[in-house]
């Protein structure tokens, strides 16, 4: 975590240091619940990413069969012979 800290920025800095001061005075079974939430919504945030990254993937909207859409790929191929001198 350390190496975290040094990449925020100033402002980020200052933040996290006012909430460190105000968790001081807190409690320790509500640190432990404002700890859960954080780690919940660290996982939420983790989980969404997921979902963008892996739902880039897959399938394109198109009806038709697999084989078809493989035949008029192939069949719109145009091939050139060319002589390539040496």
């Known amino acids: 975590m350390g190496a975290y800290i040094t990449d925020m920025t100033v402002v980020t800095k200052n933040i996290v240091n006012t909430y460190s001061r105000l968790f001081e005075g807190l ?6 619940e404002l700890l859960k ?3 919940k919504s660290l996982k939420k945030e983790h989980s969404s990413a997921d979902k963008a990254f892996y739902g ?16 008029e790929i192939r069949a719109s191929r145009k091939f050139r012979e060319k002589d390539i001198k040496f």
């Open 27 to 32: 409690d320790p079974l509500t640190k432990s």
């Open 37 to 39: 939430r954080l780690t």
């Open 56 to 71: 880039s993937f897959g399938t394109f909207p198109d009806e038709r069969p697999a084989e078809e859409i493989v035949e």
